[in-house]
C-alpha cells in the first residue's frame, strides 16, 4: 500500500469518520475497507513538497477489528485503576497482536500539545509509507478520542 489520497480512494476504501475544520486545513479520517482500516491526519505543507496536493499525509494501517481492541484496551487498560483490571501503576504501554501484527499503545504526554496527555499507536508490522522506518505511529489526544468522537468511531468500526 502507498500513501492514500483521502480525496481520490480506490474504489473499495471510503472514509468512515472524519473530523476537522475547513479553517486550519487540518483533518483527521479513519478509511475502512474490507481488510484494512487507516488512520490519517491531514496538515497543510509548512514546507517543502507536500505529500498530496496541499497536504502533508500521516498514515497508520491496521487489520480490522483492531481499531476495537484498540479503544476496548485504552478504556481497560489505561482508564482503569489496576484494581479495576487496568495496567500497573507506573506502566504506559502494552501490547495487542490481531491478524499476526503487532500494535503496541503508549500513554504519553505532551501529545499535540505541551502537558495535553493522550496515546501513540504504532504498527510494528507494517513499514512506514513515508519514512524509512520499519514501523506506522500515530497520536491521539485523550480530548479527541473523548470529546471528538473518535473513540466511539474506533468501536464503530468492527
Known sequence: MKLLNPFDLPSDM??????????????????????????????PPKYGKPDIPDFYVNQ???????????AKTIEEKFWSSSSEGGLPSGVNRTDIFVNGEKVTIYREMNVGAPLRKGFRITNFSRPSRKFKENFQDFWLTDDELLNEGVLRAFKECA
Open 60 to 70: 497508520v494501517e491496521f487489520p480490522k477489528l483492531t481499531l476495537p481492541l484498540i
Open 14 to 43: 471510503c472514509v468512515v469518520f472524519k473530523k476537522g475544520s475547513p479553517d486550519s486545513k487540518k483533518h483527521f479520517l479513519i478509511i475502512s475497507s474490507e481488510s484494512i482500516d487507516v488512520l490519517i491526519n491531514l496538515s
